[in-house]
């Protein structure tokens, strides 16, 4: 795998590997499932994680780590989540776009497996072999179907090391394609009838499991049998509601993005926060002092959010030569917002014009903020 | 440790000590479990248990087998003199005077339950030896000076309350580290589950040791301001006073707070003189009120989960109680669900129980915790989003969790407080308690007297107690008979009217403390704003002012956040009567009201422009309620009710693409108020009817909404009569029975008179004379019997075949 500085976006595994290695250390004494690299405390404390540094020692060397958060909303679903994959049904992760449920899982998979890359990307293309396993055509024909002509998928390398293979956008597959995934889940047994005895039952290995996770607000996305659904354990990601709590998470990510991209700005969190007030009141369709508001049609998730901060930080770093400005927000705001519905961009003026406008003489940020909204249209 | 922890694992030696200190934690079926085994075990002499002294007499009532828990001692002060200076100032006004009351409930898992049935059983002498209530507050005033005693000072000073227990700093930072949710998890992982296995006198141990620090986390005026010091000292007085009646060994039973401070204190002996007439009684409880839900200070979540493992612990033989009652309760749960038709499979129940007991162990637990339990429900029986289909199961888990018992006792009930309530208010309200039905007529609107006699029945209807019922009056919930200025009541008083007193003793002391607590749980049972809406005018129906006035921000909060049209234009109805009857029924608190109409309106008209898109399904209903709120906006007189808002709104929404019958109520509301004329009309029904085949069907739907807004355009428009008339004319056959059941319904908002007018018109613009007037058909009086006759036999078989 290339380093991460080579890389746009590292998967977690290498990002935290120190985090990974000082947890793994610290937890040799704990009992764990079967194949798993942490345990399930270890794997808990790398998602949500520590107050105090953890010591480790790397080419004989004393270190310490600070074990960082990973996601931030309700800790007890996590707990739920890492005993859902140490029993034998898969966890899947539904709510909202953009409510972080492919980061949690990612993270997880890191977590346990040490791997987070062995994953199938669902669309409405997706077939059958490419969550199982196909041929290498070639060797195919010249030595007949063996073990060396078959090109295994997420699924069949998952059963067979015994690691988490992650579905994303399950419900993005046909019906019938998601529907191949039951009796594995079930069984934990994947049948490979090309294959002479013993090569063609594969024994699912301890340690295998699926995280799947699923948009429950989208266009495109296929229902699920109940077949399905029973073989899962469900858990719903909910946007944040913690304002404070989303504008310190926007400003880590763009500070940690702005850092990626070789710029030393600084993300002024009290500006990042009219953000979010904005995102909250919007998606929740009432302001902080309880005035109903139309929300948008568009999805006001924190990814949405933090690609706006993001977007708005190079804005003011490239044009206005500033750390992130209100206007530049306002700017970035709209793309965001207004998408195919025109009607959303009437809803955000109004928005700005009865709830914004109040709050215009409160501070300076919100006197701009409010002031940039001419830009909206 | 310090020296006086030190000196407390001195008193843990039964053999060592005559007086043995057992602290509990009250509702805690581990405790009861090491007491009962105690007391078995070494059979104490006397048992002194930390209930109210003056509440010895019920002793045998409560040890009684007849007796079932829960069950509680109600312990009550009527303030008639204003001793305390709080008439008027807690209470609504100076003439109600305050009613101070403390609660000792026994669930059958509660540690002072067993103890006492166990001593009783025991032969053992058995005693409360709480302060009274009424000396408990003349103490507090004594300390209190100058100032009145607060709310929060008597809530904190309920003798079980367990405040000092869960609310420290050290508590906090054991909760937090141990990754708990609160103190109820923390104390079911580390004294319920893994205490049960320990020996008792290791239990004791660990209890000493968390109420020793939680006891030092508060100072000595906190603790005596809450008159925790003056309690002791009355409680080590009776210890005394049993020390020397009795040779044998005594275990003193009281909460662990007191438990670590008890055995330090120097005091004499000294008897406390029963009273003449007792302010103490038995009455029945019930598990919601011993859960938190209605505010008990001791409260526990799940009252029945304990009580289910409480039964499996006194089997003795079963080591993992909590275990087997997480698993009756995931399954009894899922047998429940699968009843009201949520798909839960007998495959997960047993992922359920396997992931709890996961769970279990990935939190550090032996045994399943309530928390364990809702979390496996959460993750195996919730099959989609937690916030739309897991409400309702979330919902169930925790009312099963809770249970329904109600307790049973033994006494008479004539002292009862609810019942003595009843009849203090019947006397007052010149109610007379007669067997044989009586006609009451009430003057709601004239006379004070009356609006609190209604207020009573009002209440006495909604806790079921057969005694009273509505015959005639103004009916705010279905918005009938408003005009009506007097409500026409039946009384008729049976024992059973006493019997349900007694089912609602549970729920409080008076008549208007258990109607408020069983709207409470009815508003805690619902998130459904037009439900909340009905309970909000309920409680204004029944006086429950303070509990109007909670309501008020829970419906206002429901409305803030509520999308649906239909259901918000219902509960902006509500409002608009409670503000138009504000007399009656809103004498205090009118500003909030104002304020709901004002949102409710607001929020209302604010989806008007989303009902273009609205589902087929919902139409009727939909435009049933623009008129409602058309007809509010024309007819009240209210501030909040903006004409210019609403007219503004429907002319921005009204476009083509509006299903017909929404274009017709639109088009029918302008024209009411002038904003279009009859020409526009006349275009839009033109464009349905001579449009394509696909929408002259559309044309009956924009007559009907037309007509549901405003029937005088029909009447007072020749012109749109022709036009109505020459498209029917031009309609090809087919088409024209197609469109007739649509036809019908929106004519049939005509009264018989216009209908003929109509027909009069029609005539007229047809060059036909009318050949029968309907004013001149006068039928004779043995039509009128026989059809009358017909029509009272078609109603008894409507009745008899349940149609």
Redesign the interface.
């Known amino acids: 795998m290339p380093s991460s500085e080579k890389i746009m976006r590292s998967p977690p595994e290498i990002k935290n590997k120190e985090e990974l290695l000082a947890l793994k250390q610290e937890d040799e004494k704990r009992s764990k499932p079967a194949n798993w690299i942490l345990s399930?405390?270890a794997v808990?404390k790398f998602i949500v994680g520590t107050k105090e540094p953890i010591k480790y020692i790397i080419d004989s060397q004393k270190k310490e780590v600070q074990i960082t958060r990973k996601f931030y909303g309700d800790?007890?679903l996590i707990?739920?989540a890492?005993?859902?994959l140490?029993?034998?049904?898969g966890l899947l992760l539904?709510?909202e776009p953009g409510t972080a449920k492919s980061w949690l899982s990612e993270h997880l998979a890191a977590a346990i497996s040490g791997d987070s890359l062995n994953i199938i990307q669902g669309t409405a293309g997706t077939t059958e072999d490419q969550i199982k396993y196909s041929w290498n055509y070639a060797l195919l024909l010249a030595k007949g179907p063996s073990l060396e002509a078959m090109v295994p998928a997420p699924l069949y390398k998952g059963m067979e090391e015994g690691k988490i293979v992650r579905f994303e956008e399950i419900t993005r597959c046909p019906q019938e394609v998601q529907d191949t995934i039951i009796s594995i889940l079930s069984e934990k047994v994947l049948a490979i009838p090309e294959l002479p005895p013993p090569a063609d039952i594969l024994f699912a290995k301890p340690g295998f499991n699926i995280i799947g996770t699923a948009n429950?607000r989208d266009r495109g996305v296929n229902e699920m049998s109940?077949a399905l659904?029973?073989r899962f354990?469900?858990?719903?990601i909910?946007p944040l509601e913690s304002i404070e709590e989303e504008t310190r998470l926007v400003t880590e990510q763009t500070e940690y993005f702005l850092v990626k991209s070789g710029l030393q700005r600084e993300v002024p969190q009290d500006v990042v926060e009219l953000l979010t007030t904005t995102f909250n009141e919007l998606r929740?369709?009432?302001s902080e002092d309880?005035?109903?508001i139309?929300q948008p049609t568009a999805v006001m998730s924190t990814a949405e959010a933090v690609d706006v901060s993001i977007n708005a930080s190079l804005y003011s770093h490239y044009i206005e030569d500033t750390p992130l400005s209100p206007k530049s927000l306002v700017l970035n705001l709209i793309g965001t917002i207004v998408k195919d519905n025109r009607e959303d961009l009437e809803k955000l003026q109004k928005y700005f014009d009865i709830i914004i406008k109040a709050r215009k003489d409160t501070n300076k940020h919100w006197n701009e903020y409010y002031e940039a909204s001419k830009y909206l249209r | 440790m310090s020296e006086s922890l030190t000196k407390l694992q001195k008193f843990l030696d039964w053999d060592e000590n005559r007086v043995f200190y057992f602290p509990v934690r009250h509702h805690s079926p581990t405790c009861a479990f090491h007491l009962s085994k105690l007391i078995e075990e070494y059979r104490p002499e006397a048992v002194l248990i930390e209930g109210p002294a003056d509440a010895n007499h019920l002793i045998p009532a409560i040890a009684d087998s007849r007796t079932v828990p829960p069950v509680a001692i109600y312990c009550y002060y009527v303030d008639k003199n204003n001793k305390f200076g709080l008439n008027g100032v807690l209470t609504p006004n100076d003439e109600i005077p305050m009613r101070f009351h403390s609660w000792y409930p026994f669930a059958s898992f509660s540690p002072e339950y067993q103890a006492l049935k166990a001593a009783v059983t025991g032969g053992a002498e058995v005693r409360f030896i709480d302060l009274p209530l009424e000396d408990r507050l003349n103490h507090q005033r004594k300390i209190a000076g100058e100032k009145l005693l607060t709310r929060d000072i008597l809530e904190n000073s309920q003798p079980w309350a367990e405040f000092f227990l869960e609310h420290n700093r050290y508590v906090s930072l054991l909760i937090e580290k141990t990754?708990c949710?609160d103190f109820n998890e923390w104390w079911e992982h580390f004294f319920e589950i893994e205490g049960y296995t320990k020996s008792w006198q290791d239990f004791v141990w660990s209890l000493y040791n968390l109420a020793y620090i939680s006891r030092t986390m508060h100072p000595k005026d906190y603790l005596q301001v809450h008159a925790i010091l003056e309690r002791e000292k009355f409680m080590l007085q009776q210890i005394k006073l049993v020390e020397e009646l009795f040779p044998g060994k005594i275990l003193v039973v009281t909460g662990a707070l007191h438990s670590v401070a008890l055995p330090f204190l120097k005091g004499k002996k000294k008897a406390y003189k029963q009273p003449k007439t007792y302010n103490a009684v038995l009455t029945p409880y019930s598990y919601l009120r011993l859960s938190e839900k209605t505010g008990y200070a001791a409260g526990v979540p799940s009252p029945f989960f304990y009580q289910c493992t409480w039964q499996r612990m006194k089997e003795h033989t079963i080591s993992n109680p909590f275990d087997e009652t997480g698993l009756f309760a995931l399954l009894q749960l899922s047998r429940n669900l699968q009843e009201t038709s949520s798909?839960v499979?007998t495959?997960?129940s047993i992922?359920a129980y396997?992931?709890a007991k996961?769970?279990a162990a990935?939190?550090g637990r032996s045994q399943i915790a309530r928390e364990d339990i809702l979390?496996a429900i959460?993750?195996?029986y919730?099959?989609?989003?937690?916030?739309v289909v897991?409400v309702e199961i979330l919902r169930q888990a925790e009312k099963f969790l809770i249970g329904e018992e109600i307790g049973t006792i033994s006494t008479d009930v004539s002292d009862i407080p609810i019942i003595e309530d009843f009849n203090i208010q019947t006397k007052k309200n010149r109610i007379k308690l007669l067997e044989e039905p009586k006609s009451l007529r009430v003057e709601i609107y004239k006379r004070s007297s009356h609006r609190e006699k209604s207020r009573f029945l009002h209440q006495t209807v909604f806790l079921e107690l057969g005694f009273a019922e509505l015959e005639k009056g103004p009916n705010l919930l279905f918005g009938t008979d408003l005009h009506l200025l007097t409500e026409q009541w039946t009384v008729v008083w049976d024992p059973h009217v006493n019997a349900k007193l007694i089912e609602n003793a549970a729920y409080g002391s008076t008549v208007a403390e258990a109607s408020t607590n069983r709207l409470k749980e009815a508003v805690a049972a619902t998130s459904n704003p037009v439900q909340l809406t009905y309970f909000l005018l309920r409680s204004a129906q029944m006086g429950l002012f303070s509990l109007f006035d909670e309501l008020i921000e829970v419906v206002?909060?429901h409305i803030?956040?509520n999308?649906d049209f239909i259901a918000t234009v219902d509960c902006l109805k509500i409002f608009v009567l409670l503000a138009s009857y504000r007399e009656v029924f809103v004498p205090k608190n009118y500003r909030p009201v104002l304020q709901l109409v004002d949102?409710a309106f607001?929020?209302s008209i604010?989806k008007i422009p989303d009902l273009v898109n609205a589902p087929e399904e919902q139409i009727t209903d939909i435009t049933d309620r623009f008129n409602t709120l058309s007809q509010l906006v024309l007819t009240s007189d209210l501030a909040g009710l903006d004409e210019s808002l609403l007219l503004d709104i429907v002319k921005r929404s009204l476009t083509k693409h509006c299903h017909p019958k929404i274009q017709g109520v639109f088009m029918g509301l302008l024209y009411t108020f002038n904003q279009i004329n009859e020409a526009d009309i006349i275009n839009t029904f033109e464009g349905f009817v001579y449009g394509n085949k696909n929408i002259i069907k559309s044309g009956s739907d924009f007559l009907e909404g037309l007509f549901l807004l405003n029937k005088s355009v029909l009447l007072t428009s020749s012109e749109l009569r022709s036009v109505i008339n020459k498209a029917i004319n031009h309609m090809p056959g087919e088409l024209f029975i197609q469109l007739l059941p649509g036809l019908r319904k929106a004519f049939n908002r005509f009264t018989p008179r216009e209908t003929n007018f109509i027909a009069d018109k029609l005539a007229e613009l047809l060059g036909m004379k009318p050949s029968l007037k309907l004013d001149s058909i006068i039928p004779s009086s043995e039509l009128l019997l026989g059809l009358s006759e017909l029509d009272e036999t078609i109603m008894e078989r409507i009745k008899k075949w349940r149609l």
Do not use: W
Not at chain 1, 86 to 89: D, K, P, Q
Not at chain 1, 233 to 236: I, L, Q, V
Not at chain 2, 382 to 387: A, C, L, Q, V, Y
């Open positions: 399930p405390k808990m800790d007890i707990q739920r890492i005993a859902t140490a029993s034998n049904r539904i709510g429950t109940s659904k029973r354990n469900f858990e719903t909910s929740r369709g009432v309880g005035r109903q139309d | 990754f949710r798909a499979s495959a997960d992922n396997s992931l996961n769970l990935f939190r979390d959460t993750s195996c919730i099959k989609g989003e937690r916030d897991g206002g909060a803030s956040t999308q949102k607001t929020n604010a």
